[in-house]
């Protein structure tokens, strides 16, 4: 107590800063931590430096990503369009021709239009329409001249397109005879009958392979016996085999009648020699004349070729 009575106070002390870093309301740099032990280790009073607290960084707002239109589709490759179809029959939509005619109507009030009068070759009938009125004699005789013109128009095409027609029936057709032909050959070959040829097509010495020669030899024969035929009035031949086993068939004829002929030649010829004759007739000088006893009969006398 005081001389006075009243309660002794204790006068305030001042708190000394904390000495402990880890209880500082503020992060400091390495430098900044230095500092404070310096100060506390020389005075014992520290004085926390004014350190701007970090402000958070304005993140600004992400807008939601806009629709993107969508990617453009390429345009699909064209397909290429099939060629025009060949013309089947002569051209026909050109043949047409506009004139006026007079018209009545219900009235009795006539008027004038055009129409369009077409010729078709199937009914030439219907090119003026029943109900068709000329407007005058030197119109109805200029459409019936146009009509004629369309059908002579026509018939030139039809000639034209029939001659074309016929022309291309006919390389057709060749063609496929070639072709057929090929086949056959191939087909000869490959069974045996005809040698296979040992030389390609253009081949040096192609022309003289024994299968080429008898191939060529055969077509001879064809176009030989097809000549013939056409003036007979017989259908052509056209199988390549046919003309192979006819030709086949005449050259084993040919080759008989020679061999026959050979036979009568050799046979007079000996009877010649036989009768003592040192040229016989029909023989040469050079031939061996007859030998009395050397042979049995003319069968077995030698006759040098």
């Not at 000394?16 to 100060?39: A, C, I, R, W």
């Not at 089947?88 to 008027?111: F, H, I, S």
């Not at 063609?175 to 032909?181: E, F, M, V």
């Amino acid at each position: 107590m005081n001389e006075d009575g009243t309660p002794i106070v204790a006068a305030p002390v001042d708190t000394p800063p904390s000495t402990n870093p880890n209880e500082l309301d503020f992060e400091m740099t390495p430098e900044q931590e230095q500092d404070y032990v310096d100060q506390i280790l020389n005075d014992g009073n520290y004085t926390p430096p004014v350190v701007d607290k970090p402000v958070d960084p304005v993140v600004p707002p992400v807008e939601a990503p806009k629709d993107l239109p969508a990617p453009e589709t390429p345009p699909a490759p064209e397909t290429p369009k099939d060629p025009p179809a060949e013309t089947a029959a002569p051209q026909t939509d050109d043949l047409w021709v506009e004139v006026e005619r007079v018209v009545t109507d219900e009235l009795g009030e006539e008027t004038t239009e055009t129409i369009k009068l077409t010729y078709d070759p199937n009914d030439p009938g219907s090119f003026i329409p029943e109900d068709f009125t000329a407007k005058s004699t030197k119109q109805l005789a200029e459409i019936m001249e146009a009509k004629a013109e369309m059908a002579k128009l026509y018939e030139d095409r039809q000639g034209e397109f029939d001659k074309s027609e016929a022309t291309k029936t006919a390389a057709q057709q060749e063609k496929d005879l070639l072709a057929g032909w090929d086949a056959e050959i191939k087909d000869l070959v490959d069974s045996g009958v005809i040698e296979a040829p040992k030389l390609k097509p253009g081949e040096e010495g192609f022309d003289q392979d024994p299968s080429t020669v008898k191939t060529e030899a055969v077509f001879k024969f064809m176009a030989d016996q097809n000549a013939e035929r056409v003036k007979n009035g017989i259908a052509p031949i056209r199988s390549f085999s046919l003309a192979f086993t006819m030709f086949e068939n005449s050259e084993a004829k040919l080759a008989a009648e020679a061999a026959e002929k050979k036979a009568n030649e050799d046979t007079k010829l000996k009877g010649a020699m036989i009768g003592g004759s040192s040229a016989a007739s029909g023989g040469t000088a050079e031939q061996k004349a007859y030998t009395s006893g050397s042979h049995k009969n003319i069968w077995s006398v030698p006759v040098e070729e």
